[in-house]
Protein backbone atom coordinates (compact mmCIF):
# COMPACT_ATOMS: atom_id res chain seq x y z
CA UNK A 1 0.00 0.00 0.00
CA UNK A 2 1.35 3.11 -1.01
CA UNK A 3 0.89 6.41 1.24
CA UNK A 4 2.23 9.97 0.32
CA UNK A 5 4.63 11.28 2.26
CA UNK A 6 3.44 13.07 5.40
CA UNK A 7 3.93 16.60 4.94
CA UNK A 8 6.28 17.11 8.20
CA UNK A 9 7.42 13.86 8.90
CA UNK A 10 11.61 13.26 9.39
CA UNK A 11 13.84 13.01 6.64
CA UNK A 12 13.58 13.79 2.56
CA UNK A 13 13.33 10.18 1.50
CA UNK A 14 11.33 8.56 4.63
CA UNK A 15 8.71 6.19 4.09
CA UNK A 16 5.64 6.92 5.63
CA UNK A 17 4.60 3.83 7.00
CA UNK A 18 6.09 4.89 10.11
CA UNK A 19 3.44 6.79 11.18
CA UNK A 20 0.98 4.51 10.53
CA UNK A 21 3.20 1.47 11.93
CA UNK A 22 2.88 3.21 15.21
CA UNK A 23 -0.17 4.30 15.73
CA UNK A 24 -1.64 0.98 14.54
CA UNK A 25 0.78 -0.50 16.96
CA UNK A 26 -0.81 0.95 20.02
CA UNK A 27 -4.52 0.39 18.85
CA UNK A 28 -4.19 -2.97 18.11
CA UNK A 29 -2.66 -3.55 21.92
CA UNK A 30 -5.82 -1.65 23.01
CA UNK A 31 -8.58 -3.91 21.45
CA UNK A 32 -6.93 -7.28 21.23
CA UNK A 33 -6.41 -7.26 25.15
CA UNK A 34 -10.64 -6.64 25.14
CA UNK A 35 -10.84 -9.76 23.54
CA UNK A 36 -7.63 -11.42 24.63
CA UNK A 37 -8.63 -11.92 28.12
CA UNK A 38 -12.19 -13.59 27.47
CA UNK A 39 -10.33 -17.41 26.91
CA UNK A 40 -7.21 -16.90 29.25
CA UNK A 41 -9.34 -16.21 32.42
CA UNK A 42 -10.81 -19.51 33.77
CA UNK A 43 -6.72 -20.95 34.26
CA UNK A 44 -6.04 -17.36 35.58
CA UNK A 45 -9.01 -17.86 38.07
CA UNK A 46 -7.67 -21.45 38.98
CA UNK A 47 -4.59 -20.25 39.58
CA UNK A 48 -4.91 -17.16 41.06
CA UNK A 49 -8.09 -18.94 43.39
CA UNK A 50 -9.69 -15.78 42.09
CA UNK A 51 -13.79 -15.54 42.80
CA UNK A 52 -16.03 -15.21 40.44
CA UNK A 53 -16.50 -11.22 40.91
CA UNK A 54 -12.84 -10.99 41.07
CA UNK A 55 -12.78 -12.73 37.79
CA UNK A 56 -15.48 -10.67 36.09
CA UNK A 57 -13.62 -7.52 37.35
CA UNK A 58 -10.34 -8.66 35.55
CA UNK A 59 -12.57 -8.68 32.08
CA UNK A 60 -14.90 -5.84 33.19
CA UNK A 61 -12.51 -3.53 34.81
CA UNK A 62 -10.67 -2.75 31.58
CA UNK A 63 -13.47 -2.31 29.63
CA UNK A 64 -15.01 0.43 32.26
CA UNK A 65 -11.98 2.30 32.75
CA UNK A 66 -11.09 2.30 28.71
CA UNK A 67 -14.35 3.36 27.83
CA UNK A 68 -15.36 5.84 30.72
CA UNK A 69 -11.79 8.16 30.10
CA UNK A 70 -11.89 7.68 26.80
CA UNK A 71 -13.00 11.55 26.40
CA UNK A 72 -10.80 12.80 29.11
CA UNK A 73 -8.24 11.49 26.58
CA UNK A 74 -9.14 13.27 24.28
CA UNK A 75 -9.39 16.29 25.37
CA UNK A 76 -6.07 16.04 27.16
CA UNK A 77 -4.51 15.51 23.82
CA UNK A 78 -6.26 18.90 22.27
CA UNK A 79 -4.59 20.61 25.14
CA UNK A 80 -1.20 19.10 25.96
CA UNK A 81 -0.78 17.75 22.57
CA UNK A 82 -1.91 14.57 21.05
CA UNK A 83 1.95 12.49 20.74
CA UNK A 84 2.75 13.66 24.19
CA UNK A 85 -0.58 12.05 25.61
CA UNK A 86 -0.46 9.11 23.12
CA UNK A 87 3.03 8.04 23.95
CA UNK A 88 2.43 8.42 27.73
CA UNK A 89 -1.09 6.08 27.19
CA UNK A 90 1.65 3.64 25.55
CA UNK A 91 4.06 4.25 28.27
CA UNK A 92 1.10 3.26 31.15
CA UNK A 93 0.01 0.53 28.88
CA UNK A 94 2.94 -1.08 28.98
CA UNK A 95 4.28 -0.94 32.03
CA UNK A 96 0.74 -1.44 33.60
CA UNK A 97 0.37 -4.93 31.24
CA UNK A 98 4.16 -6.32 33.13
CA UNK A 99 2.33 -5.67 36.05
CA UNK A 100 -0.70 -7.54 34.96
CA UNK A 101 2.28 -10.50 33.68
CA UNK A 102 3.44 -10.50 37.18
CA UNK A 103 0.40 -10.39 39.29
CA UNK A 104 0.51 -12.57 42.93
CA UNK A 105 -3.25 -12.86 43.35
CA UNK A 106 -6.40 -11.99 42.02
CA UNK A 107 -6.82 -8.17 43.49
CA UNK A 108 -3.61 -7.11 42.07
CA UNK A 109 -4.42 -8.58 38.96
CA UNK A 110 -7.56 -6.36 38.93
CA UNK A 111 -5.70 -3.24 39.76
CA UNK A 112 -3.07 -3.78 36.97
CA UNK A 113 -6.25 -4.07 34.40
CA UNK A 114 -7.72 -0.97 35.90
CA UNK A 115 -4.57 1.22 35.15
CA UNK A 116 -4.24 -0.26 31.87
CA UNK A 117 -7.62 0.42 30.87
CA UNK A 118 -6.63 4.63 32.01
CA UNK A 119 -4.09 3.85 29.44
CA UNK A 120 -6.07 2.65 26.77
CA UNK A 121 -8.60 5.47 26.72
CA UNK A 122 -5.27 7.85 26.75
CA UNK A 123 -3.51 5.96 23.59
CA UNK A 124 -7.49 6.05 21.22
CA UNK A 125 -8.24 9.49 21.07
CA UNK A 126 -4.62 10.40 20.20
CA UNK A 127 -4.07 7.82 17.50
CA UNK A 128 -6.87 9.28 15.22
CA UNK A 129 -5.91 12.81 15.52
CA UNK A 130 -1.86 11.83 14.48
CA UNK A 131 -3.08 10.30 11.76
CA UNK A 132 -5.19 13.29 10.56
CA UNK A 133 -1.99 15.57 11.24
CA UNK A 134 0.67 12.63 9.74
CA UNK A 135 -1.45 12.05 6.32
CA UNK A 136 -2.74 15.61 5.02
CA UNK A 137 -4.00 14.53 1.95
CA UNK A 138 -7.43 12.88 1.50
CA UNK A 139 -6.64 10.16 -0.08
CA UNK A 140 -3.77 8.61 2.07
CA UNK A 141 -5.52 9.63 4.93
CA UNK A 142 -8.36 7.83 3.55
CA UNK A 143 -6.32 4.48 3.32
CA UNK A 144 -4.19 5.17 6.71
CA UNK A 145 -8.00 5.36 8.61
CA UNK A 146 -8.94 2.21 6.65
CA UNK A 147 -5.82 0.36 8.11
CA UNK A 148 -6.34 1.92 11.70
CA UNK A 149 -10.02 0.38 11.53
CA UNK A 150 -9.09 -2.88 10.36
CA UNK A 151 -6.91 -3.45 13.33
CA UNK A 152 -10.25 -3.35 15.60
CA UNK A 153 -11.66 -5.92 13.49
CA UNK A 154 -8.39 -8.33 13.33
CA UNK A 155 -7.54 -7.88 17.11
CA UNK A 156 -11.10 -8.67 18.16
CA UNK A 157 -11.45 -11.50 16.37
CA UNK A 158 -7.60 -12.91 16.63
CA UNK A 159 -7.75 -12.08 20.46
CA UNK A 160 -9.70 -15.65 20.80
CA UNK A 161 -7.24 -17.69 18.85
CA UNK A 162 -3.94 -16.16 19.88
CA UNK A 163 -5.36 -16.37 23.54
CA UNK A 164 -5.91 -19.97 23.41
CA UNK A 165 -2.72 -20.19 21.66
CA UNK A 166 -0.27 -18.46 24.38
CA UNK A 167 -2.65 -20.14 27.52
CA UNK A 168 -1.92 -23.54 26.08
CA UNK A 169 1.37 -23.60 25.10
CA UNK A 170 3.41 -20.88 27.74
CA UNK A 171 0.87 -19.51 30.06
CA UNK A 172 -1.65 -16.96 30.47
CA UNK A 173 0.82 -14.59 31.68
CA UNK A 174 1.90 -13.78 28.05
CA UNK A 175 -1.40 -13.11 27.50
CA UNK A 176 -0.13 -9.72 29.05
CA UNK A 177 4.19 -10.01 28.15
CA UNK A 178 2.74 -9.77 24.62
CA UNK A 179 2.23 -5.83 24.82
CA UNK A 180 5.37 -5.31 26.18
CA UNK A 181 7.70 -5.31 22.71
CA UNK A 182 4.47 -4.39 21.14
CA UNK A 183 4.47 -0.92 23.06
CA UNK A 184 8.22 -0.07 23.05
CA UNK A 185 8.44 -0.22 19.39
CA UNK A 186 5.40 1.50 19.01
CA UNK A 187 6.56 3.94 21.55
CA UNK A 188 10.01 4.09 19.80
CA UNK A 189 8.40 4.19 16.26
CA UNK A 190 6.01 7.31 17.55
CA UNK A 191 8.86 9.34 18.72
CA UNK A 192 11.25 8.99 15.89
CA UNK A 193 8.90 9.44 13.45
CA UNK A 194 5.41 11.23 14.30
CA UNK A 195 5.88 15.01 14.91
CA UNK A 196 4.82 16.65 17.82
CA UNK A 197 1.41 18.03 18.06
CA UNK A 198 0.47 21.82 18.39
CA UNK A 199 -0.47 22.23 22.64
CA UNK A 200 -3.57 24.48 22.89
CA UNK A 201 -3.30 25.67 26.84
CA UNK A 202 -6.18 27.88 26.82
CA UNK A 203 -8.65 24.52 26.30
CA UNK A 204 -9.97 24.11 29.54
CA UNK A 205 -10.59 20.49 31.07
CA UNK A 206 -13.60 20.99 32.54
CA UNK A 207 -13.43 18.74 35.50
CA UNK A 208 -16.77 18.35 36.57
CA UNK A 209 -17.86 17.55 32.98
CA UNK A 210 -14.83 14.86 32.55
CA UNK A 211 -16.85 13.31 36.09
CA UNK A 212 -19.96 13.63 34.81
CA UNK A 213 -19.35 11.78 31.29
CA UNK A 214 -16.76 9.06 32.96
CA UNK A 215 -19.88 8.48 35.61
CA UNK A 216 -22.51 8.05 32.17
CA UNK A 217 -19.98 6.05 30.18
CA UNK A 218 -18.85 3.52 33.14
CA UNK A 219 -22.20 3.40 34.64
CA UNK A 220 -23.94 2.57 31.29
CA UNK A 221 -21.34 -0.08 30.15
CA UNK A 222 -21.44 -1.90 33.49
CA UNK A 223 -25.66 -1.84 33.51
CA UNK A 224 -25.07 -3.12 29.86
CA UNK A 225 -22.68 -5.60 31.04
CA UNK A 226 -24.55 -6.75 33.85
CA UNK A 227 -27.78 -7.43 32.11
CA UNK A 228 -26.47 -9.88 30.09
CA UNK A 229 -25.92 -11.96 33.36
CA UNK A 230 -28.57 -10.79 35.14
CA UNK A 231 -31.23 -9.85 33.08
CA UNK A 232 -32.51 -6.53 31.36
CA UNK A 233 -35.41 -6.56 34.38
CA UNK A 234 -32.86 -6.60 37.83
CA UNK A 235 -32.79 -3.63 39.95
CA UNK A 236 -29.64 -3.17 39.63
CA UNK A 237 -28.77 -3.20 35.94
CA UNK A 238 -32.08 -0.45 35.73
CA UNK A 239 -30.77 1.53 38.74
CA UNK A 240 -27.70 1.64 36.62
CA UNK A 241 -29.04 2.85 33.57
CA UNK A 242 -31.11 5.58 35.16
CA UNK A 243 -27.95 6.78 37.22
CA UNK A 244 -25.99 6.85 33.68
CA UNK A 245 -28.78 8.65 32.06
CA UNK A 246 -28.66 11.41 34.99
CA UNK A 247 -25.03 11.63 34.76
CA UNK A 248 -25.16 12.08 31.26
CA UNK A 249 -28.46 15.00 31.65
CA UNK A 250 -25.93 16.52 34.01
CA UNK A 251 -22.64 16.71 31.46
CA UNK A 252 -25.45 18.60 28.71
CA UNK A 253 -26.00 20.61 31.26
CA UNK A 254 -22.64 21.71 32.55
CA UNK A 255 -21.29 21.65 29.12
CA UNK A 256 -24.10 24.23 27.63
CA UNK A 257 -23.28 26.27 30.79
CA UNK A 258 -19.39 26.33 30.11
CA UNK A 259 -17.31 28.96 29.37
CA UNK A 260 -14.94 26.30 27.54
CA UNK A 261 -16.53 23.04 27.44
CA UNK A 262 -14.69 20.02 26.51
CA UNK A 263 -17.52 19.04 24.21
CA UNK A 264 -19.34 22.07 22.51
CA UNK A 265 -22.78 21.26 21.60
CA UNK A 266 -22.37 22.71 18.51
CA UNK A 267 -20.05 20.46 17.28
CA UNK A 268 -22.61 17.64 17.75
CA UNK A 269 -25.43 20.38 15.81
CA UNK A 270 -23.18 18.89 12.89
CA UNK A 271 -24.93 16.27 10.95
CA UNK A 272 -21.73 14.92 9.76
CA UNK A 273 -20.37 14.45 13.09
CA UNK A 274 -23.44 13.27 15.33
CA UNK A 275 -24.45 10.95 12.37
CA UNK A 276 -20.99 9.45 11.82
CA UNK A 277 -20.65 8.59 16.18
CA UNK A 278 -24.47 6.72 15.56
CA UNK A 279 -22.97 4.97 12.63
CA UNK A 280 -20.03 3.77 14.96
CA UNK A 281 -22.32 2.62 17.29
CA UNK A 282 -24.33 0.98 14.91
CA UNK A 283 -22.17 -1.05 13.59
CA UNK A 284 -19.83 -2.08 16.72
CA UNK A 285 -23.32 -3.04 17.74
CA UNK A 286 -23.71 -5.51 14.69
CA UNK A 287 -20.68 -6.52 14.69
CA UNK A 288 -18.97 -7.18 18.18
CA UNK A 289 -22.56 -8.69 18.74
CA UNK A 290 -22.10 -11.34 15.91
CA UNK A 291 -18.92 -11.93 17.63
CA UNK A 292 -19.17 -12.68 21.04
CA UNK A 293 -22.61 -14.95 19.85
CA UNK A 294 -20.75 -16.97 17.43
CA UNK A 295 -18.35 -17.57 19.84
CA UNK A 296 -20.83 -18.71 22.63
CA UNK A 297 -21.88 -20.66 19.50
CA UNK A 298 -18.87 -22.39 18.18
CA UNK A 299 -17.79 -23.63 21.86
CA UNK A 300 -20.96 -24.19 24.03
CA UNK A 301 -23.04 -25.61 21.51
CA UNK A 302 -20.45 -27.71 19.09
CA UNK A 303 -17.84 -28.15 21.01
CA UNK A 304 -14.73 -25.99 19.71
CA UNK A 305 -11.88 -25.40 21.85
CA UNK A 306 -10.77 -21.81 22.52
CA UNK A 307 -8.18 -22.04 19.29
CA UNK A 308 -10.74 -23.78 17.01
CA UNK A 309 -13.41 -21.01 17.75
CA UNK A 310 -10.44 -18.58 16.63
CA UNK A 311 -9.94 -20.59 13.31
CA UNK A 312 -13.87 -20.51 12.93
CA UNK A 313 -14.08 -16.98 13.36
CA UNK A 314 -11.19 -15.83 11.08
CA UNK A 315 -12.83 -15.51 7.57
CA UNK A 316 -14.71 -12.19 9.42
CA UNK A 317 -11.01 -11.54 10.56
CA UNK A 318 -9.88 -12.24 6.77
CA UNK A 319 -11.99 -9.57 4.98
CA UNK A 320 -11.47 -6.63 7.30
CA UNK A 321 -7.84 -5.72 6.51
CA UNK A 322 -9.09 -6.61 2.82
CA UNK A 323 -12.25 -4.47 2.72
CA UNK A 324 -10.14 -1.38 4.63
CA UNK A 325 -6.88 -1.61 1.89
CA UNK A 326 -10.35 -1.59 -0.64
CA UNK A 327 -12.16 1.22 1.05
CA UNK A 328 -9.34 3.41 1.79
CA UNK A 329 -8.32 3.29 -2.13
CA UNK A 330 -12.14 3.50 -3.82
CA UNK A 331 -12.80 6.60 -1.18
CA UNK A 332 -10.85 9.49 -3.69
CA UNK A 333 -13.48 8.33 -6.26
CA UNK A 334 -16.69 7.56 -4.91
CA UNK A 335 -16.14 9.47 -1.80
CA UNK A 336 -17.44 8.35 1.62
CA UNK A 337 -21.33 7.90 1.27
CA UNK A 338 -21.27 5.14 -1.46
CA UNK A 339 -18.60 3.01 0.88
CA UNK A 340 -20.37 3.42 4.17
CA UNK A 341 -23.84 2.52 2.79
CA UNK A 342 -22.41 0.17 0.62
CA UNK A 343 -20.59 -1.63 3.05
CA UNK A 344 -23.76 -1.53 6.09
CA UNK A 345 -26.02 -3.53 3.55
CA UNK A 346 -23.64 -6.17 2.73
CA UNK A 347 -23.24 -6.81 6.69
CA UNK A 348 -26.82 -6.78 6.90
CA UNK A 349 -27.42 -9.37 4.35
CA UNK A 350 -24.90 -11.29 5.84
CA UNK A 351 -26.12 -11.44 9.39
CA UNK A 352 -30.21 -11.77 8.10
CA UNK A 353 -28.10 -14.69 6.24
CA UNK A 354 -27.33 -16.41 9.26
CA UNK A 355 -30.56 -15.60 10.81
CA UNK A 356 -32.30 -17.14 8.04
CA UNK A 357 -29.92 -20.27 7.97
CA UNK A 358 -31.86 -22.45 9.93
CA UNK A 359 -31.44 -23.80 13.33
CA UNK A 360 -28.07 -25.96 13.05
CA UNK A 361 -26.79 -24.89 9.90
CA UNK A 362 -23.54 -26.54 8.56
CA UNK A 363 -20.48 -24.17 9.42
CA UNK A 364 -20.01 -24.01 5.67
CA UNK A 365 -23.33 -22.18 5.19
CA UNK A 366 -21.80 -19.77 8.22
CA UNK A 367 -18.43 -19.10 6.33
CA UNK A 368 -20.54 -16.22 3.88
CA UNK A 369 -22.56 -14.17 6.19
CA UNK A 370 -19.05 -13.82 8.75
CA UNK A 371 -17.39 -12.71 5.70
CA UNK A 372 -20.15 -10.06 4.27
CA UNK A 373 -20.42 -8.63 8.29
CA UNK A 374 -16.88 -8.67 8.31
CA UNK A 375 -16.18 -7.13 4.96
CA UNK A 376 -18.90 -4.59 5.41
CA UNK A 377 -18.21 -3.23 8.59
CA UNK A 378 -14.46 -2.62 7.88
CA UNK A 379 -15.93 -1.40 4.48
CA UNK A 380 -17.96 1.50 5.87
CA UNK A 381 -15.40 2.24 8.96
CA UNK A 382 -13.29 3.87 6.85
CA UNK A 383 -15.62 6.35 5.63
CA UNK A 384 -17.40 6.85 8.95
CA UNK A 385 -14.37 7.20 10.82
CA UNK A 386 -13.27 10.37 7.95
CA UNK A 387 -16.89 12.01 8.39
CA UNK A 388 -16.24 12.20 11.92
CA UNK A 389 -13.05 13.69 11.90
CA UNK A 390 -13.20 15.45 8.75
CA UNK A 391 -16.11 17.37 10.63
CA UNK A 392 -14.08 18.41 13.46
CA UNK A 393 -12.37 21.74 13.72
CA UNK A 394 -8.42 20.88 14.01
CA UNK A 395 -8.45 22.14 17.67
CA UNK A 396 -11.39 19.58 18.44
CA UNK A 397 -9.19 16.58 16.63
CA UNK A 398 -8.33 14.61 19.53
CA UNK A 399 -12.21 15.54 21.13
CA UNK A 400 -13.86 14.16 18.12
CA UNK A 401 -12.01 11.15 17.92
CA UNK A 402 -12.53 10.28 21.32
CA UNK A 403 -16.34 10.63 20.82
CA UNK A 404 -16.75 8.27 17.58
CA UNK A 405 -14.84 5.64 19.90
CA UNK A 406 -16.85 5.58 22.50
CA UNK A 407 -20.35 5.62 21.06
CA UNK A 408 -18.57 2.62 19.49
CA UNK A 409 -17.49 1.29 22.93
CA UNK A 410 -21.20 1.76 23.80
CA UNK A 411 -22.42 -0.27 20.80
CA UNK A 412 -19.84 -2.84 21.32
CA UNK A 413 -20.91 -3.12 25.28
CA UNK A 414 -24.68 -3.09 24.24
CA UNK A 415 -24.43 -5.46 21.08
CA UNK A 416 -21.71 -8.60 23.47
CA UNK A 417 -24.84 -7.54 26.57
CA UNK A 418 -28.05 -7.86 24.28
CA UNK A 419 -26.65 -11.27 22.47
CA UNK A 420 -26.15 -12.84 25.66
CA UNK A 421 -29.08 -11.54 26.90
CA UNK A 422 -31.16 -12.63 24.37
CA UNK A 423 -28.96 -16.31 24.60
CA UNK A 424 -29.69 -16.71 28.25
CA UNK A 425 -33.54 -15.92 28.60
CA UNK A 426 -34.67 -17.94 25.08
CA UNK A 427 -36.22 -21.41 25.64
CA UNK A 428 -34.46 -22.67 22.51
CA UNK A 429 -30.38 -21.54 22.19
CA UNK A 430 -31.13 -21.15 18.34
CA UNK A 431 -33.74 -19.38 18.62
CA UNK A 432 -31.83 -16.61 20.81
CA UNK A 433 -28.93 -17.09 18.58
CA UNK A 434 -31.28 -16.20 15.43
CA UNK A 435 -33.29 -13.14 17.12
CA UNK A 436 -29.49 -12.03 17.97
CA UNK A 437 -28.23 -12.04 14.41
CA UNK A 438 -31.51 -10.61 13.27
CA UNK A 439 -31.41 -7.31 15.39
CA UNK A 440 -27.63 -6.84 14.28
CA UNK A 441 -28.93 -6.90 10.50
CA UNK A 442 -31.60 -4.34 11.73
CA UNK A 443 -29.01 -2.07 13.34
CA UNK A 444 -26.97 -2.28 9.75
CA UNK A 445 -29.59 -0.99 8.18
CA UNK A 446 -30.37 1.88 9.88
CA UNK A 447 -27.09 3.03 10.04
CA UNK A 448 -27.22 2.24 5.89
CA UNK A 449 -30.21 4.71 6.13
CA UNK A 450 -28.28 7.21 8.46
CA UNK A 451 -25.28 7.07 6.34
CA UNK A 452 -27.10 8.39 3.33
CA UNK A 453 -28.47 11.40 4.66
CA UNK A 454 -24.74 12.42 7.34
CA UNK A 455 -22.17 11.41 5.38
CA UNK A 456 -20.98 13.51 2.83
CA UNK A 457 -21.80 12.78 -0.65
CA UNK A 458 -18.51 13.33 -2.87
CA UNK A 459 -14.62 12.86 -2.31
CA UNK A 460 -13.60 16.15 -0.27
CA UNK A 461 -11.24 18.12 -1.82
CA UNK A 462 -7.06 18.23 -0.35
Known amino acids: ?7 DAGEPGQR ?12 FM ?5 TIINVAVPVIGRELSA ?25 LGDRLGNRRVFCSGVGVFTVSSAACALAPNAPFLVAARLVEGLGAALIVPGSLALLQQAYPAPAARARAFGLWGSMAGIAASAGPLLGGLLVTTIGWRWVFLINLPVGAACLALTLRHVSPSPRRATRALDWPAQCAVVAAVALLTASL ?13 LAGLGLA ?16 PVLPLDLLHSRAMSGGAVIGLLFNFGFYGMVFTASLEFQHQRGYSALETGL ?6 AMTMFASVLSGRLTRRTGDR ?5 GMLLAALGLAGWAAAGSDPAYALLVAPMMAAGFGTSFALTGSTATVMGAAPPAYSGTASALFNTTRQVGSATGVALGGSLLATATDHSAGLRTSMAIGALAYLIAAVLAWRCVPPKPRAA
Open 338 to 342: PLVVS
Open 312 to 317: ALFPAV
Open 51 to 75: SLTGIQWITDGYTLVFAGFLLTGGA
Open 1 to 7: MALAEPA
Open 225 to 237: NEAGRRGWSDPAV
Open 30 to 34: VILDV
Open 245 to 260: VLAAAAFAVRERLARA
Open 16 to 27: SWAPLLAVCAGY
